[in-house]
């Protein structure tokens, strides 16, 4: 593939190489990712109910739809060579970048809801989490080009020098924060349980867990390597923000797929977690009645 042809033609040359578990596992997570998220997106935005699970959802379902069977498909090839074409290459990082950065300062912005002693109105924090993360994929929807290393192998690739302050504040600022409110969380749990949604603490805990179990490699890897990655990395280097750190690929694919997975995860944390909010139609906790609707409110999360 030169870089000229379509994406569904790289598609049907990708698949001639990968195997029926990566496309099996590719359906499922895509299909069973977006109809779950589109459900939890469709529902709390109809009753004007959990604003930051509700941003959460629509970037999930943009991640599923335009990253992650792009990103997985090449890591299973096992070369790492930019099969799609070239024009893909910007809109591919310039999109991971804005909705990466969007989730985790989602995550960060949750726990700070659930330490504040006050109710908090998100419309504005929204708005700026998704104006922090655009302007951050500027850099990668203008820069990004498709480099040939060799004859045949060519990455998608932006230079280190358009990306330094993205590596800061959408790896290192956002992935500490979050460590840090989730430590002030767990130290008080049981005084925020008493006087906020035990559902609220619950998800936040959980929530920031399983990102930083799961996700925190991808732009703690992306700082590294904008920082003080070696030239000669160069030449193993896979999709960023995954650079090839193993004699094997299938270290790399295995962090990829857990990254995508969680995204099609999230909404169920949302549902088992927050069961109180959810379904009665007039709990005291999501009556609106007496609330601007143009506004959304914290509560519970």
Aim: proline fraction near 6%; glycine fraction near 2%.
């Amino acid at each position: 593939m030169t870089g000229s042809g379509s994406i569904l033609e790289s598609i049907q040359e990708i698949t001639s190489k990968s195997n029926w578990i990566v496309w099996a596992f590719l359906i499922v997570l895509v299909i069973g990712g977006v109809l779950t998220n589109a459900i939890l997106s469709i529902g709390l935005a109809k009753r004007r109910i959990l604003p930051i699970c509700l941003h959460l959802a629509i970037a999930d379902i943009c991640v599923l739809l335009f990253l992650a069977p792009y990103e997985i498909l090449i890591l299973a090839d096992g070369t790492g060579i930019w099969n799609f074409p070239d024009n893909y290459c910007p809109v591919f990082l310039g999109a991971e970048t804005l909705l990466g950065t969007v989730v985790v300062y989602l995550l960060v912005l949750q726990n700070f809801s659930t330490l504040a002693v006050d109710r908090m109105s998100f419309k504005l924090m929204l708005m700026i989490v998704w104006l922090i993360a655009l302007l951050l994929s500027i850099p990668q929807f203008l820069y990004s080009s498709v480099i040939p290393l060799t004859a045949v192998y060519r990455v998608c690739y932006v230079p280190k020098y358009a990306t330094m302050l993205v590596a800061i504040f959408r790896a290192f600022i956002p992935t500490s924060l979050l460590l840090v409110t989730l430590v002030f969380i767990l130290l008080r749990y049981k005084e925020l349980t008493k006087t906020k949604y035990p559902s609220q603490v619950k998800y936040s805990v959980v929530m920031s867990a399983v990102y930083l179990t799961i996700s925190v490699n991808r732009p703690i890897f992306l700082l590294i390597f904008r920082l003080n990655l070696p030239k000669f990395w160069l030449d193993t280097y896979r999709i960023p923000p995954l650079a090839e750190i193993a004699e094997s690929s299938s270290f790399t694919l295995t962090l990829c797929s857990l990254h995508y997975t969680l995204s099609a995860l999230r909404p169920f944390f949302c549902w088992f977690l927050c069961t109180k909010v959810l379904p009665p139609k007039q709990d005291s906790l999501i009556e609106m009645s007496t609330i601007n609707s143009n506004t959304y409110y914290s509560y519970p999360i």
